[in-house]
């Protein structure tokens, strides 16, 4: 059974710092995704992530993935309070057949002023 | 932006009654899903649904569970006789292609008294 494990689950953070948040999964997989929820809202998409050594960068945020380790990172640059939020990463490990997102446990962040 | 869109936003319920969750995918996707979220824990896969019969379901989807595309616009999740811990917010997500980003509905927060 795939298991995705993020770290840390809450983080908070000054304004104008870096930091990163870390997503481990269990199986093989070539493709995974990061999102976005804030709180009662529904879970935006910012990153999918194909393979082994992918980076994928919007504006604050940047995304990789290395497929040997099963590892994805998450890194946010010169944090700013409009990045508060909780961020997933999701696994898809289903290759010639229907999606099935397996998702970690999440991370929030809280950027203070 | 064509967008996934759900109703209602909130449904609450008496024990052992019947709920429909409605859902009106992206209009070009062909693939459905359902998510749930259990609050303040991480998004479940519930069920993927293509050709007009199930892909995959996981153990939480269970006979009290059915779903639907009862014409060529909504697809439903149905449960039958509702539980306390059904309680969640539930999430209906569409693809156009299989493995394709997955983008999701704003959510249908279920209260089960």
């Known amino acids: 059974e795939l298991k995705v494990e993020q770290n840390p689950l809450f983080l908070s953070m000054q304004e104008g710092k870096n930091y990163t948040i870390y997503c481990n999964y269990s199986?093989?997989?070539?493709?995974l995704y990061w999102y976005r929820q804030d709180p009662g809202k529904s879970l935006e998409s910012l990153f999918v992530?194909?393979?082994?050594?992918a980076v994928k960068q919007e504006g604050r945020l940047m995304a990789s993935l290395d497929t040997k380790a099963r590892l994805s990172t998450l890194h946010i640059t010169a944090a700013v309070h409009d990045l508060s939020a909780t961020y997933f990463c999701?696994?898809?490990?289903?290759?010639?057949?229907?999606?099935?997102?397996?998702f970690g446990t999440g991370t929030r962040l809280q950027v203070t002023l | 932006e064509p967008e996934v869109t759900q109703t209602p936003s909130h449904q609450v319920t008496q024990m052992g009654q019947e709920v429909i969750l409605r859902c009106v995918p992206i209009?070009?996707?062909?693939?459905f899903y359902w998510y749930r979220q259990i609050l303040g824990q991480k998004v479940e896969f519930l069920v993927s649904?293509?050709?007009?019969?199930?892909?995959?379901k996981s153990e939480i989807f269970d006979d009290q569970f059915s779903v639907e595309r009862p014409d060529g616009s909504n697809f439903t999740l149905k449960i039958r006789s509702t539980k306390l811990e059904d309680s969640a917010m539930y999430f209906c997500?569409?693809?156009?292609?299989?493995?394709?980003?997955?983008?999701f509905g704003p959510g249908t927060r279920l209260t089960v008294l």
């Open positions: 997500a569409s693809t156009r292609t299989t493995r394709a980003t997955q983008y």
């Open positions: 199986t093989t997989s070539d493709r």
């Open positions: 992530l194909l393979s082994n050594g």
């Open positions: 999701a696994v898809d490990d289903r290759p010639g057949t229907a999606s099935k997102l397996t």
């Open positions: 209009s070009n996707h062909l693939y």
């Open positions: 649904f293509y050709n007009n019969e199930i892909s995959e």
